[in-house]
């Protein structure tokens, strides 16, 4: 949980941490930054997913209170954009722009080479990953709870057909 990130500060942070850590992908929930987007960053991709700066607009003042709220991403290392690449840079999984859920879901296929014990390429036997972002914050009541576990089972079944090993851990060091 990034609590925001409306200045590039914490972005390039998170990817100083990334090539110290050597940490492959990062997950992260509450950007706190509307719209969908892809942008290269160092060589780092990084995949945005949240309620568009359109919908946001056209909401009652109200529900803006607080500012641009939710928002999942992943960054990719430069390793891990090529096997993006590699899977054809598909349009990343998400929630609709009029769910209620907007800007809890984001999911990208990704195609690594399979090395076998001599260190060489086998080919035609890719290894698939489905690497996402998802969360729910744990304020909400009961009946939504419910409804959101309904949508994670459409995203999940959604990342199944997609591939055959769908992974779906956050903050993790591949």
């Known amino acids: 949980n990034v609590r925001g990130w409306n200045t ?17 992908a990062y997950c992260t929930q ?4 509307a719209d969908d987007y892809t942008k290269t960053v160092r060589g780092f991709l990084v ?15 109200s ?14 290392s430069p ?5 993006y690449a590699a899977a ?6 998400t929630t609709p722009q009029d769910s209620k859920f907007v800007g809890r879901f984001i999911g990208v296929s990704l195609l690594f080479p399979s090395i076998n014990p001599k260190g060489k390429c086998v080919r035609n036997k890719p290894t698939k990953i489905f690497l996402s972002s998802i969360y729910h914050p ?37």
């Open 30 to 33: 509450e950007t706190w930054e």
């Open 8 to 24: 590039s500060v914490k972005i390039e942070a998170l990817i100083d941490l990334m090539i110290e850590e050597n940490i492959e």
């Open 138 to 174: 744990s304020q909400n009541a009961r009946e939504k709870k419910t409804e959101y576990l309904k949508r994670y089972e459409d995203f999940n079944t959604l990342a199944t057909s997609l591939l055959s090993v769908p992974a779906t851990q956050n903050h993790i060091k591949i």
């Open 47 to 61: 995949i945005h997913h949240n309620v568009s700066k359109e919908s946001w607009n056209n909401k009652k003042s």
């Open 79 to 83: 390793r891990f954009a090529k096997a």
């Open 88 to 93: 054809g840079s598909p349009q990343p999984i």
């Open 63 to 76: 529900e803006k209170r607080g500012g641009v709220r939710k928002g999942v991403a992943i960054i990719l």
